[in-house]
């Protein structure tokens, strides 16, 4: 077999690593495109609401105007869930990607020191669940070690409420 292919422990973890970073990525992407997108629709379908109604267009009475309000709200709702569920798997990603950091660096270390020890038997089951799959699992998160949090209530819950207001305001 040609050694050029052989799969090696080091390998593995860099893959892993650059995989983890390339996954990061992504889900950074696509947290920014449903915040902005969110933003873009609820904003633009207001300032086209008040366009209209500032026309004399169309006419926006208060039962329209709670059921606008009630289709924000639950927009604004759906968009947050599907937010944290995003941010969710990212903060699984890089809790995986630096345990598998710290892993890398003791095996470095262990390695210019060239000692072998029974701890590397239980950092081999660590090895193999950073290796794994992380965003799809179960974790839990803990959101204190992680800044941020209040970033998408603030986006979400603003937005929800300028846009009702202006629903109300609007109402006749």
Avoid: H
């Avoid at 390998?11 to 915040?35: P, S, V």
């Avoid at 799809?136 to 803990?142: A, G, T, V, Y």
Wanted: charged fraction near 25%.
């Amino acid at each position: 077999m040609n050694r050029d292919y052989l799969v090696t422990v080091d390998n593995l973890i860099k893959d892993e690593l650059d995989g983890k970073a390339i996954a990061i990525a992504r889900y950074d992407d696509m947290l920014w495109k449903i915040r902005s997108g969110y933003a873009v629709i609820l904003y633009a379908s207001i300032g086209l609401i008040a366009g209209l109604v500032n026309e004399e267009t169309i006419e926006l009475n208060r039962t329209t105007a709670l059921s606008i309000s009630v289709l924000i709200f639950g927009f604004s709702a759906f968009a947050a869930f599907l937010d944290y569920s995003f941010m969710r798997s990212k903060l699984r990603v890089v809790t995986y990607r630096d345990r598998l950091t710290e892993f890398a660096y003791r095996r470095a270390s262990d390695l210019m020191l060239e000692e072998e020890s029974k701890q590397e038997q239980g950092e081999k089951g660590e090895l193999l669940e950073c290796l794994k799959n992380s965003g799809e699992r179960r974790d839990d998160i803990n959101w204190s070690q992680w800044t941020g949090f209040w970033r998408p209530p603030i986006l979400y819950g603003g937005t929800c409420l300028v846009c009702i207001t202006a629903a109300t305001i609007l109402a006749k």
